[in-house]
């Protein structure tokens, strides 16, 4: 299994209130990414990094942000929590991206599941 | 919009029968696909990728692409209770950074 921790697991937490989720791997990977996974809707990418302090948005990257200061370590944070934003929450890696399949290939960690009140 | 689309499903097989999969994409420019089994309450893993124009076979799994109908399939043979998943399909593309779209998935039961 790919060496990726998520944390905290499980939150709930109250509307308006900041909230910030960790992604941690040990498998030197240059890409990381953030999902957000709703019934009906699959996987939505938030936000994604390609290396130490890049970044770039997904297609639901309002209300969220990202940082990337150390290679295994990639955060999402919510600046004030809406119900909206009640979710699971999957952090992933990759070795490349567009330089084929194998490793193109994304990682998943176990997840966060949120819950604001 | 770039999408990838699936039967919800439920996708009910008995036992030992062959479980077929479908997944369609509306991005001529993808290049890899890949398919993913998800349990409840789980992260989703990888079951394999597939890049070019036909089947690709990994044990019980085959894989199957036609670019020119922009379709991908997934067959399990001999299917078993504990294949009973979520199956997503996923496709990167030539463009919009590489960006991976996933399908919603396809539910799968396999009646013992």
């Known amino acids: 299994d790919a060496g990726i921790t998520q944390s905290p697991r499980h939150k709930v937490t109250e509307t308006g209130t900041p909230v910030t989720l960790r992604c941690h791997q040990t498998?030197?990977?240059?890409?990381m990414y953030w999902y957000r996974q709703d019934p009906g809707h699959g996987l939505r990418l938030i936000h994604y990094?390609?290396?130490?302090?890049?970044?770039d948005k997904g297609e639901v990257s309002d209300g969220y942000s990202v940082s990337r200061s150390k290679t295994e370590d990639f955060l999402l944070t919510l600046e004030s929590a809406t119900s909206s934003q009640t979710s699971v929450y999957f952090c992933?890696?990759?070795?490349?991206?567009?330089?084929?399949?194998?490793?193109?290939?994304?990682?998943f960690g176990p997840g966060t599941r949120l819950t604001v009140l | 919009q770039k999408e990838v689309e699936q039967n919800s499903g439920p996708l009910s097989v008995p036992e030992g029968a062959i479980a077929s999969l479908n997944c369609t994409y509306s991005?001529?420019?993808?290049?890899?696909f890949f398919w993913y089994r998800q349990y409840s309450g789980k992260s989703p893993e990888l079951i394999m990728f597939?890049?070019?124009?036909g089947d690709k076979e990994d044990g019980r799994f085959t894989a199957q692409l036609n670019k020119a109908s922009q379709y991908v399939s997934l067959l399990i043979r001999d299917s078993q209770p504990s294949d009973s998943a979520t199956y997503l399909c996923?496709?990167?593309?030539?463009?919009?950074?590489?960006?991976?779209?996933f399908g919603a998935g396809t539910r799968l039961f396999v009646k013992a």
């Open positions: 992933a890696i990759s070795e490349s991206t567009g330089t084929g399949a194998s490793t193109d290939t994304q990682y």
């Open positions: 996923a496709g990167r593309g030539a463009t919009g950074g590489f960006k991976t779209i």
């Open positions: 990094s390609y290396g130490v302090k890049d970044t």
């Open positions: 991005d001529r420019g993808s290049q890899s």
């Open positions: 597939i890049y070019s124009n």
């Open positions: 498998e030197n990977h240059r890409y």
